[in-house]
Each structure stands twice: as C-alpha cells, then as structure tokens.
C-alpha cells in the first residue's frame, strides 16, 4: 500500500499519566479509516491532531509526503465535519456551504463550487433552502458539501452520525460512504459504534487507553482480534477462563479462550448450565446460559433452542486464544 496520509509516531501529552500515542498509521489515497474506541480512549485527539486544532508534542504528519506537523489548519486543506454539523441556522444552504470558499473567486465561481458540492451530495438546487427545514441526514449531507467545497486533500469527520435517530442512520451511513467513494477523497473518521465503523471504514484502528490496539480490515478484527480488547470490544464475545475454557476447547494450565455467541451452539455433552435468559430478535435468539461455576454467557440460537430454566449443554464450534 503506498500511504497518502501518514501519522509517524504522534504523541500528545497531557501530564506524567496522560498520553495520546505514539502512533503510527499510513492511509492510502481514497481509503476510508475508522478511528474506534470507547470513549475518552484518544480517538477524537488523534482527530484534533490531524486537523491541527491541537499540535503533536512528537512525531510527524505527512500528506502526500508534505509535513503538516505544524502547519495551521488553515493551510493544510483538510476538510472537517463536526459531530453538530456546525451548521449556522440564520444562513441558507448556499451560504452554509459557500462559508469556507470566502476568497475563492468571484460570485459567479463561488456560486458554481457551491452547487457542485450539493450536487456531489445529492442536494442539488438546495441552496435557498433554510438549515430548520432539513431532516437530520440531509443537515448532515450540507456539512459533508460545505468540507468538499474547498476541494480537501483529506476529509476528517467526528462522529458524523450520532445526532441521527436509528432507523436514519443506517441509511445514511450508506448514503455518506457512497458520496465519499464517488469523490474518491482519503477519509478518517472517528466512532465508538462497531457497526458504523463496520458500515462506512475500508479498515478500522482500534484505539484504547491511547493506545493502537489492532488495525485490519472489519473481518480480520472480528476472526483475529489482537488481543483480548480487540476481541471483546469488537462484536459481541463470551470470555472463558480455567476450567470451562478446558471444557469447550481441550487443553491445560489456566487459559483465556473468547466464543462469539454465534459460535457456540446447544448439544447432548459439554460445558453444562442453565438457561436464565432468552431475548427474542426475530430469526434468532440470544439466550443467557449461567454455567455451574457461575459464569454467565450468550448463544445465539434458534428461538425455539431452548427455554428459560432449562438445564442444557453447549460446545465451541470455534473458539479465539487470546
């Protein structure tokens, strides 16, 4: 992969315990990179780092092999979406997006680079439209115009989706990763929701404690975390220890094994328990199964697998060693 963006090392410190980094990460030319971690883990510094709204105590930031450590975030031409949008509600469309095109040409021109970048994010002959009058994605879809107007080398979004109510937000995530792709622009953007970074990232760095956990494709962090953070923080994960690690996967010593609830299933011998649980979601079930020993966990099943009270047995179809 030849990296357009490159973070060399950036650390940011706040004291003698606490520190954002060092981190190092190269990003390809048109790539989508989710920054994913709980919060208060680091991810939106990182952001603020690359934007440079907060400057990096050391390492270096690289655009197209440029470094823009301590260039002001005026001149790096770096597009941001906030996770408020930062929309002014006393200007129009038009004018929200032509705010960061001051200086770029005459009325004419800036009027043109205006209804390009509406027309990119599918708002096309929106400009006299007033920002109370939009729903919530397309507020969102007017942000995402007014940071490409400018014509970025990179595009930064924090949260870009949490103003939005559920059931909007799974098609828009749909709808800003189809604009993203179309204009080909590199993109970071930072969540702590697997399913969006899952959803809208070409690869995903996972962030925890500021520190880089694992970064890898969606699937590789679901079938081959790094480690136990990864794995459980990363989908759903039923965590094993000691004995019933032996019992579901073989072995000795005191291991750590993690289960997804999908792969483990009911069966006549194993790791014994009884159901205490069973949420229903449709084509599946979850059901809390509490072993002998006291440890709780989950299998997704068939709804009709099992019942609540009843005493079952569950095997491993595969387990993670973590």
């Known amino acids: 992969m030849t990296a357009f963006l490159q973070i060399e090392g950036a650390e940011k410190r706040w004291g003698n315990d606490v520190t954002i980094g060092p981190i190092t990460l190269d990003i390809a030319r048109g790539e989508i990179l989710a920054l994913l971690g709980p919060s208060g883990s680091g991810k939106t510094t990182m952001l603020r780092l690359l934007a440079g709204f907060e400057t990096a105590d050391s390492g270096r930031i690289r655009v197209a092999h440029e470094d823009v450590t301590t260039v002001p975030p005026a001149r790096r031409r770096f597009g941001m979406v906030f996770q408020h949008y930062a929309l002014f509600p006393h200007l129009d469309v038009g004018a929200n997006v032509a705010f960061g095109l001051q200086g770029a040409g005459s009325r004419e021109q800036v009027a043109s680079k205006v209804a390009a970048a509406l027309s990119l994010v599918d708002l096309g002959g929106y400009e006299r439209r007033k920002v109370h009058e939009l729903s919530g994605g397309q507020q969102q879809r007017v942000a995402l115009a007014r940071a490409l107007a400018p014509e970025p080398r990179v595009l930064l979004l924090d949260e870009p989706l949490s103003n939005l109510d559920p059931a909007l937000r799974e098609r828009t995530r749909r709808e800003l990763r189809q604009v993203i792709k179309r204009v080909g622009i590199t993109t970071v953007f930072v969540t702590h929701e697997q399913e969006e970074a899952f959803d809208l990232g070409d690869r995903i760095a996972v962030i925890n404690a500021g520190r880089l956990e694992q970064t890898g494709a969606p699937e590789e962090l679901y079938e081959q975390p790094a480690n136990l953070f990864v794995a459980t923080f990363v989908g759903r994960a039923n965590v094993f220890r000691g004995a019933a690690a032996r019992t579901l996967c073989g072995g000795t010593g ?34 809390t199964v509490e072993s002998e020993t006291g440890e709780r966990f989950e299998v997704l099943a068939e709804p009709d697998a099992a019942s609540v009270g009843e005493q079952v047995h569950v095997q491993a179809v595969r387990a993670i060693s973590c």
Do not use: K, S
């Open 254 to 287: 005191d291991r750590i094994i993690v289960v997804r609830p999908e792969r483990l299933r009911f069966a006549p011998t194993g790791l014994a328990g009884i159901v205490r649980e069973r949420r229903y979601t449709g084509a599946a079930a979850f059901f």
